[in-house]
């Protein structure tokens, strides 16, 4: 770690002896980014479908979800709903209840996103028979 450090300050050193001005040419930007740009809808259809396979299995759930919570962003509730029906075939109730924590998680200081989400997921948690975390009283430990 010191020999990394000591490089570093030397070469550091060394830039701020230069006495010429070095000339220096314009440099080129470049685009990366040549895929197809998806739109907030098909990004919704495409987990949609993903977790609404048939023959999920409880790791490819968790995957999905571990990949859907690393994004910069809150599910969108129709997404929220196909975990929730996945976690329902799987007969998984405990992975239904973490990824209520992790939407509420997700929406961070947001207050406002949450109950929200809980308001228009209630049809599916009364038709699925599952309980938020709030109703488990995890909320309060």
């Known amino acids: 770690m010191f020999r990394a450090v000591f490089r570093l300050s030397s070469t550091g050193?060394?830039?701020?002896?230069?006495?010429k001005p070095s000339i220096s040419a314009?440099?080129?930007?470049?685009?990366?980014?040549?895929?197809?740009?998806?739109?907030?809808?098909?990004?919704?259809?495409?987990?949609?479908?993903?977790?609404s396979k048939p023959d999920i299995d409880a790791w490819e759930l968790r995957k999905g979800m571990n990949t859907l919570i690393g994004y910069d962003l809150?599910?969108?509730?129709?997404?929220?709903?196909?975990?929730?029906?996945a976690c329902r075939r799987l007969n998984d109730m405990a992975s239904a209840i973490r990824i209520?924590?992790?939407v509420k998680d997700k929406a961070g200081p947001h207050k406002e996103i949450y109950p929200y989400l809980i308001q228009e997921l209630q049809p599916t948690l009364s038709e699925l028979?599952?309980?938020t975390p709030e109703q488990l009283g995890m909320d309060k430990l």
């Open 26 to 51: 314009p440099l080129a930007s470049r685009c990366y980014s040549h895929g197809q740009v998806e739109t907030d809808e098909e990004f919704d259809a495409r987990w949609v479908t993903y977790f």
């Open 74 to 85: 809150v599910p969108e509730a129709k997404i929220v709903d196909s975990a929730l029906r």
């Open 129 to 131: 028979g599952i309980s």
């Open 100 to 102: 209520l924590e992790a």
């Open 13 to 19: 050193a060394r830039c701020l002896v230069r006495s």
